[in-house]
């Protein structure tokens, strides 16, 4: 495995299910992400690991919750989300001094 | 405030060079990077401007004004494969906040 990978790569979840989206990465960073991308919006900065401080997007709701064991997983918690939630869910990565993010593939989230 | 502004869409023929522009707002700057997006696929990393001036990397370059809170992305030679989405991201320390992306549409 390269790069950064993220699972499930779609996922549909009722507004009261409880799921995890999970993030990996194999590039030794010391930095992740997790981006919400929606339809004709900005990519949403929501969450940053760096060095082991967790940075938070104030704007982000708590049913929304990262949880980052170590330097190479990253996992986003879901609980009671909303349909507007439905977005796509991207994890990156990157070195301290360099200056690209690699990004995943991302996770495809439809809530009804 | 944090807002970067680009064209929503823009639309050239194969073999013609197009430039995306992009201002963003100065407070906390470092540097402006510019990532591509397939339908369906992850943002992929282009290019970074720190400094005033022109970056080349084949047939994409990128251009940053400071002064001016301004910068482009030049695509040359476009090929049909260069249809994709076009991020400009500013960088503020260890974080990156992006604009909504151009629509790059390249037709034979």
């Known amino acids: 495995e390269t790069g950064v990978t993220q699972t499930p790569r779609h996922l549909v979840m009722g507004m009261t299910n409880k799921k995890s989206l999970k993030c990996e990465q194999h590039?030794?960073?010391?930095?992740m992400y997790w981006y919400k991308q929606s339809a004709k919006k900005p990519l949403e900065l929501m969450f940053v690991?760096?060095?082991?401080?967790?940075?938070e997007n104030n704007s982000v709701p708590s049913r929304f919750s990262p949880e980052c064991p170590n330097s190479s997983h990253l996992f986003l918690h879901l609980h009671t989300l909303q349909p507007e939630d439905s977005a796509l869910y991207l994890c990156a990565s990157s070195q301290t001094g360099e200056y690209g993010y690699t990004f995943g593939s991302g996770t495809r989230l439809t809530v009804v | 405030g944090q807002s970067l502004e680009q064209p929503s869409e823009v639309t050239a023929v194969e073999g013609a060079i197009v430039q995306i522009n992009c201002t963003y707002q100065?407070?906390?700057?470092?540097?402006l990077s510019w990532y591509q997006q397939h339908d369906g696929g992850a943002p992929t990393f282009l290019s970074y401007?720190?400094?005033?001036g022109l970056e080349e990397t084949g047939r994409f370059s990128s251009f940053l004004s400071r002064s001016d809170s301004y910068g482009y992305l030049l695509l040359q030679e476009l090929q049909m494969k260069d249809s994709a989405s076009y991020f400009c991201a500013r960088r503020a320390g260890n974080m990156l906040t992006f604009g909504g992306g151009t629509r790059l549409m390249v037709k034979p």
């Open positions: 690991y760096s060095l082991e401080e967790r940075v």
């Open positions: 401007n720190a400094l005033d």
């Open positions: 100065t407070s906390g700057f470092y540097g």
């Open positions: 590039l030794g960073h010391n930095a």
